[in-house]
């Protein structure tokens, strides 16, 4: 056995690890706590475990591996592998994660954003195959991008391209979390969705929601509008529709801007299906030229959660072939 590749997907609560053949064929995988709270040391023990565990399962050998990926949350260098100070890992401060790794693994270890590691694996072997020129949107807690062109990863001279969802969408909008107004992200997440649905509810809108979280609006959820969707609020689909509204504004810059052939969307609010992609796509047909329109597919993520532990490793093997 030998011409394999390691993906790790490094998250603020688990650790998820696979190994995958050059030919594309992911061969077993891994997942554990990450152990965040005790700091990087135990960290990147805990990928190393991982790692050896996925070993294990396969029969393989370190020998065999040619490289591995990290998808890492950022700020970070991608170039040298150091990540500086991301908010959800406490005590990360400048690690050379690149160099601790490879050598506690052995093999060369590469180090890129989780947000492009996830569009990357989309583009290798999810929604995004067969196509030279695709975007990727995360949509969670906040909005996440990735932009792949030609077949590379467009990252920018510093490392910071395809931060989608701080696209401006609406002048002097809601404050985002980045420091600035009008973000997408401050509308096409569950956390604008759910200040959609505050908004609503203080201007007199009637719905279950208000029942449900007993008057405090704080206690809204993402997965109350879903249920309420489930049991035929309207309320609760319009607040829905009004953010896959926001999500096509967005998407249609994307597709105008870049004009690529798939636009793949990934993270826990695509479980809405078309009560959130048709929206989507509504507006951002309307809203794009009629060419890159008719090119751009918007689809659902084939990997489902496992986008940046297979991007990783896909990213991996294209960083060892180019060299960079």
Known sequence: MSEL???????????????????????????????????????MTCMAESVEAVLAQTGAKRGDVIAAG??????????????????????????PLADEMTKR????????????????????LGAGQGAENMCLLT?????????VVFGQLLRGIDGTAAEIGHLKVMRGGRACGCGATGCLEAYGSVTGMVRTAVEGIESGRKTVLTDWCQGDLKAITGKMISDGIEQGDEFCRWVMNETG????????????????EKVVLCGGMIAAGDVLFDPIRKTARELTFEVPANRAQILPAGLGADSGVIGSAG??????ESGI
Do not use: H
């Open 139 to 147: 949509l969670g807690t906040g909005v996440g991008g990735g932009i």
């Open 70 to 95: 990290i998808g890492a949350p950022g700020p970070m260098n991608w170039q040298t592998g150091v990540v500086y100070s991301p908010p959800n890992l406490p005590g990360w401060k400048n690690v």
């Open 245 to 260: 509204v926001w999500l096509g504004i967005g998407i249609s810059s994307l597709i105008n801007l870049l004009n690529p």
């Open 105 to 124: 693994l052995g093999f060369p270890v590469y180090v890129d954003n989780d947000a492009n590691v996830a569009c990357y694996g989309e583009y290798w």
């Open 5 to 43: 590749i390691i993906g790790v997907d490094l998250g603020g609560t688990n650790v998820k690890t696979a190994i995958v053949s050059r030919d594309k064929k992911v061969l077993g995988k891994d997942s554990r706590p990450t152990r965040a709270e005790e700091g990087p040391e135990a960290v």
């Open 315 to 320: 990213c991996a093997l294209a960083r060892f």
